[in-house]
Nanobody, 121 residues
Framework: QVQLVESGGGLVQPGGSLTLSCAAS????????MGWYRQAPGKQRDLVARITSDGNTNYADSVKGRFTISRDNAKNTVYLQMNSLKPEDTAVYYC???????????????WGQGTQVTVSS
């Protein structure tokens, strides 16, 4: 079993900041890439940011310069620091970890339960 627990969402005013966390626990042998997606009502789920095992990152154009993704491999945790938040950032944010549970298993994606971020005055 692998569990992903997200935290850090909430209500924030435009221009404010939030930091999301996603911690994985359970039977984990190795984690490759980690990422964050978001889904606004009536829209598809889109990639926000992604970080590889060696620290390379990529971001959606809409969040470049405002969001920062990072990871703590010792804690099996990925973070998303969100600054200068805008109303259009309002969505449910999901973490995804590409991991293998055992040495002989394949890598596959595991998703968090989602956390709501609302940017509103």
């Amino acid at each position: 079993q692998v569990q992903l627990v997200e935290s850090g969402g909430g209500l924030v005013q435009p221009g404010g900041s939030l930091t999301l966390s996603c911690a994985a626990s359970g039977s984990i042998f190795s984690i490759s890439a980690m990422g964050w997606y978001r889904q606004a009502p009536g829209k598809q789920r889109d990639l926000v940011a992604r970080i590889t095992s060696d620290g390379n990152t990529n971001y959606a154009d809409s969040v470049k310069g405002r969001f920062t993704i990072s990871r703590d491999n010792a804690k099996n945790t990925v973070y998303l620091q969100m600054n200068s938040l805008k109303p259009e950032d309002t969505a449910v944010y999901y973490c995804v970890l590409n991991l293998k549970r055992f040495s002989l298993s394949n890598f596959r994606d595991y998703w968090g339960q989602g956390t709501q971020v609302t940017v509103s005055s």
